[in-house]
């Protein structure tokens, strides 16, 4: 018996299988969604069994679907697997990678482990998505990216938080601002000087309100921005001081900006990554999320990653 249909329709049946939805399965692999569409009835016709239940609202799995969607899961992850231990080195392979990540870790930390991997594995691309806490945990519960960073996800169901690093709060200011020269700063100090805040839609704005509930006298913002990185720009601009994660911050030789430790209290946050519980990473994003994990140490610390043979 001839097979009559091939890998790709078997992709694109994994990915509305994933998503549930025939838009964004179509963008997860590239084409149009009536090309996605004729793909599907083109593997239903050819096994002669209907997959999905679908109306103008939703799509879902009949339950034949359900039974052929966790075979083809193990099939096309051991044909991946199987096909890159046969190109021998692993940097040769080819493929995408989309991580959400809040924008605070993005600028100075996110761009440098991105770096390092495109060098050990230039054929694999790698998409961004920055977006706010809550999104970023959206959009990884999806499957809309493979992995995210984020500061929340550790008490969500169906989400597998591995911790990163612990951070503390940090005044951001200008080299020739008074409060730059001081060894630590609190949080009343910065009240004396005008203050940017992040919004208060904003995940550490939100962080930042609880901690401080108790703080009798604490900065009032003069001006809101909805990023850290544009407050940071803000700063650079000398319209005033901000409080930021010190991931957020670049390193000691840079000639505008220049972060003093915040106390009294010390407020922190966890950084981790996040993925959905159960589900293998593909190789090429399972490589970039161990590339996070070892350089979890603090910029300038981690150690050199050796190739494997």
């Not at 339950?63 to 890159?84: I, N, Q, S």
């Not at 929340?152 to 690093?165: D, K, M, N, T, W």
């Not at 921005?225 to 901000?242: D, F, I, K, R, S």
Request: charged share 25%; proline share 5%; aromatic share 6%.
């Amino acid at each position: 018996m001839a097979i009559a249909f091939d890998l790709n329709d078997l992709q694109a049946f994994r990915a509305v299988a994933e998503l549930a939805n025939f838009r964004r399965a179509a963008e997860a692999v590239h084409i149009s969604q009536p090309a996605f569409s004729r793909r599907i009835d083109k593997l239903e016709a050819a096994l002669g069994v209907r997959l999905l239940d679908r109306t103008t609202r939703r799509v879902s799995l009949t339950a034949v679907g359900r039974e052929f969607a966790r075979k083809v899961e193990t099939l096309l992850d051991d044909l991946d697997g199987t096909l890159l231990a046969l190109r021998g080195v692993a940097a040769t392979r080819m493929g995408e990678v989309t991580i959400a990540c809040v924008p605070s870790t993005v600028y100075y930390y996110v761009s440098q482990v991105v770096q390092r991997f495109r060098a050990d594995f230039p054929r694999i691309r790698v998409k961004v998505l920055d977006a706010g806490a809550n999104e970023v945990l959206g959009v990884v519960a999806r499957g809309e990216a493979d992995f995210g960073l984020n500061f929340i996800g550790s008490q969500e169901a169906g989400i597998h938080f591995s911790p990163l690093r612990e951070e503390r709060f940090v005044a951001a200011c200008r080299r020739d601002h008074p409060l730059a020269k001081k060894r630590r700063v609190a949080w009343a100090d910065l009240a004396a000087h005008d203050f940017i805040a992040v919004a208060q839609s904003s995940g550490n704005r939100l962080l930042l309100d609880q901690a401080l509930a108790g703080v009798a006298e604490r900065p009032v913002p003069v001006c809101e921005a909805q990023h850290v990185t544009t407050m940071l720009g803000l700063v650079e601009a000398g319209l005033g001081v901000a409080a930021v994660p010190a991931m957020a911050m670049p390193g000691e030789d840079h000639p505008l900006l220049v972060s003093v430790p915040l106390d009294t209290p010390v407020v922190t946050r966890r950084v981790g990554l996040i993925r959905r519980s159960g589900r293998t990473l593909a190789p090429a994003a399972q490589h970039l999320y161990d590339f996070f994990a070892e350089m979890a140490a603090p910029r300038g610390r981690a150690k050199p990653r050796q190739q494997k043979p």
